[in-house]
């Protein structure tokens, strides 16, 4: 209890400090590294974390935890540890803080990973939020699934039941996407099935067999995409140049902090 109004003036200030920020932060349009952006997710989601209120729930807290393929949680669970193994079941939110985490269990609520590896290949009922340096799922999740990474992998055997939205630098998309698929990298290589629209923003863009996208295709980039024999478009396909403020953030190297952040806070609600 005395946690929560301590929290919740924190959000409020960083509320008021991001929108008084950011004409500030678009005019430099500075980059910063995945570890970087790594530390700010991980302060903004514990802020929500208390902000919101600690009810019942499982904290695990040591240099390497292991959830053992017979072991079930009946809670929400908390993983703090240098390398975190789920191999059993949550019935309820994960969230794991992890150097290397690893998720072949079965998530009944929401799955908010964190790490310098990342691997999810289990079962999340709900969304799942996935951020660290290298990023690999060959998961069924259950609604939408985001992922902010620099390498990122979402293998042949995955399956998204709603959206997924990637933000990293090389980024693999092989597997199945109910509805939408966006990216914004700088390498883009598509083999998977969409079964909605797809909005891609980078430097190089490929599509090869088997991809299969049902919907639409847009696209920004500096050159036409590489569409291989094969690979099905069925909707319509639109190509644009990058705007001139895109164009000198990738030039530079990078994603402006404050875009990806943005987006992040939007899908979060700590913007209204």
């Not at 140049?241 to 990738?250: D, G, M, N, R, V």
Request: charged share 20%.
């Amino acid at each position: 209890m005395g946690l929560q109004p301590f929290f919740a003036t924190d959000v409020n200030r960083l509320k008021a400090t991001i929108k008084h920020g950011t004409a500030r932060l678009m005019k430099k349009s500075i980059t910063y590294s995945t570890h970087f952006l790594l530390k700010i997710f991980i302060f903004l989601y514990m802020i929500g974390l208390f902000a919101s209120g600690l009810h019942a729930s499982e904290f695990l807290a040591k240099k390497a935890i292991t959830i053992a393929k017979s072991d079930t949680i009946n809670d929400d669970t908390y993983i703090f540890a240098s390398y975190g193994k789920i191999n059993g079941t949550v019935n309820g939110d994960l969230a794991a803080f992890c150097y290397d985490v690893n998720s072949v269990g079965d998530i009944q609520g929401n799955a908010n990973m964190f790490g310098y590896r990342v691997d999810l290949h289990g079962r999340v009922e709900r969304s799942a939020r996935l951020f660290g340096n290298y990023v690999n799922s060959n998961g069924d999740i259950g609604s939408n699934m985001l992922i902010l990474g620099n390498e990122i992998s979402v293998g042949d055997k995955a399956i998204i039941g709603r959206d997924l939205n990637c933000y990293g630098a090389k980024i693999t998309v092989d597997g199945t996407i109910r509805r939408n698929l966006k990216i914004s990298g700088d390498r883009i290589v598509i083999s998977g099935t969409i079964e909605g629209n797809v909005d891609l923003e980078g430097q190089s863009i490929l599509i090869v067999p088997p991809a299969n996208i049902k919907g639409n295709l847009t696209y920004t980039s500096k050159k036409e995409a590489t569409i291989e024999d094969g690979a099905v478009i069925q909707g319509e396909k639109t190509w644009s140049l990058p705007e001139a403020i895109k164009k000198s953030e990738k030039e530079k190297g990078g994603i402006s902090i404050f875009s990806i952040i943005l987006r992040i806070l939007l899908l979060k609600g700590l913007i209204l």
